[in-house]
C-alpha cells in the first residue's frame, strides 16, 4: 500500500522560513517524480514544484521561484520543501505527490497517481 504523508505545516510570520517534509511507504520514489502542490479554499490545486526522478533536477511554479527548494532523499523514501521569505499569499493546504508521467506533464495534478493528505501552512502578517 502506498502512503504519502507530509509533515511540518504550520503558523508563520511573513519572511520566515518552513521546511516541510513528506515520507512515502511502499513506492520507490527513485522511479517517480515527486512534487508539491497547495490549495486554498475555492481555488484549483496550485503546482508548487517538482523533484523530477530520479532527484537530479527540480521545477518550480513561477510565484515560488527563487524563494522554494525542493530536494529528496531516495533511500529514505522522504521530500522536502523548503520555503523561505514566506508571504500571506503562500498560505495553503500543501500536498506531496507522486508521478510516473513523461517530464512533459509533470506541472499537472491530474498526472499524480498517490497523493498525501496535506499540511496546513499559514502566513501572517
Known amino acids: 500500500q502506498v502512503q504519502l504523508a507530509e509533515t511540518g505545516g504550520g503558523l508563520v510570520q511573513v519572511g520566515d522560513s518552513l521546511r516541510l517534509s513528506c515520507v512515502v511507504s511502499?513506492?520507490?520514489?527513485?522511479?517517480?517524480?515527486m512534487a508539491w502542490f497547495r490549495q486554498t479554499p475555492g481555488k484549483e490545486r496550485e503546482f508548487v514544484g517538482v523533484?523530477?526522478?530520479?532527484?537530479?533536477?527540480?521545477y518550480y511554479g513561477e510565484s515560488v521561484k527563487g524563494r522554494f527548494t525542493i530536494s529528496r532523499d531516495n533511500g529514505k523514501k522522504m521530500v522536502y520543501l523548503q520555503m523561505n521569505s514566506l508571504k500571506p499569499e503562500d498560505k495553503g493546504i500543501y500536498y506531496c505527490?507522486?508521478?510516473?508521467?513523461?517530464?512533459?506533464?509533470?506541472?499537472?495534478?491530474?498526472?499524480?497517481?498517490?497523493w498525501g493528505q496535506g499540511t496546513q501552512v499559514t502566513v501572517s502578517s
Open positions: 505527490a507522486s508521478s510516473p508521467a513523461e517530464l512533459s506533464a509533470i506541472r499537472r495534478a491530474d498526472m499524480y497517481h498517490y
Open positions: 523533484s523530477s526522478r530520479p532527484g537530479s533536477n527540480a
Open positions: 511502499g513506492l520507490p520514489i527513485i522511479n517517480y517524480h
